[in-house]
């Protein structure tokens, strides 16, 4: 059983989606951000970027154990190990990564951006406000053009979409209006409807603070990098 170390973020659903879809038997545990969790020796031997989700898979490729960490290299591992939703083409292949690889290179890193300035940060900085919500509708625009003409960004559903999607559920932290995006829309609301996809988000949902961020100054530390949890 694969062991999926997480708390209840974008990044992890990306893999309760999958793992969800496919059936694979998994087992949750627990990695209180807030609390520092994910600087414990035992988790920084899976993840030493002490950034989850990770997992453990007793039945590695060569059917020993391995630990996977960062979310696009998980889903591509489990891509690979259950050969479903990443074609097994070459071009269908790279029409899927390169979507992947814009979702661990843009979507993520920018929107989690404006998340932070304009949830998160002490002090409101108009130009980082405004840097990261223009690119964050910059980034939907190019989805919604890309959807025009098909139903999922790589044509059929893969891991591409389901690295996209959790970032996208929370459009309105990000500061992105939606309501004229209608690919978007149409491509968020089939991706909702499905049975797995559901089940995925709901795991450890419980578990999410009803406010976003930081819930006092020492999770600010903690999540935000005080010097007494750097690790050299």
Not at 3 to 19: D, G, I, Q, S
Not at 157 to 180: C, K, N, Q, T
Request: aromatic letters at 10%; zero cysteines; a neutral charge.
């Amino acid at each position: 059983m694969i062991e999926l170390h997480m708390w209840p973020t974008p990044n992890a659903h990306k893999v309760t989606l999958f793992l969800e879809e496919t059936g694979l038997p998994y087992r949750t545990v627990e990695v209180n951000i807030g609390a520092g969790d994910q600087f414990k020796p035992a988790f920084l031997a899976i993840s030493p970027n002490n950034k989850m989700p990770a997992i453990v898979d007793p039945d590695g490729p060569d059917g020993r154990p391995i630990s996977v960490f960062e979310s696009g290299a998980i889903l591509l591992y489990l891509a690979e190990k259950t050969g479903r939703f990443l074609p097994a083409d070459a071009r269908g292949r790279y029409e899927v990564l390169q979507w992947l690889m814009f979702q661990m290179a843009s979507v993520g890193p920018m929107l989690g951006q404006a998340h932070h300035f304009r949830d998160y940060a002490p002090e409101k900085l108009p130009y980082a406000i405004d840097r990261y919500t223009n690119e964050s509708r910059r980034i939907y625009r190019v989805v919604d053009t890309r959807l025009k003409d098909r139903d999922y960004v790589a044509g059929e559903y893969s891991i591409a979409d389901m690295a996209i999607y959790p970032w996208f559920l929370h459009h309105e932290r990000e500061g992105v209006d939606i309501g004229e995006l209608s690919h978007v829309r149409r491509w968020m609301d089939a991706i909702g409807a499905r049975p797995a996809t559901q089940r995925g988000l709901a795991v450890m949902a419980e578990r999410r603070p009803a406010k976003p961020g930081p819930q006092s100054e020492a999770q600010r530390q903690i999540l935000f990098g005080s010097k007494q949890y750097e690790r050299h």
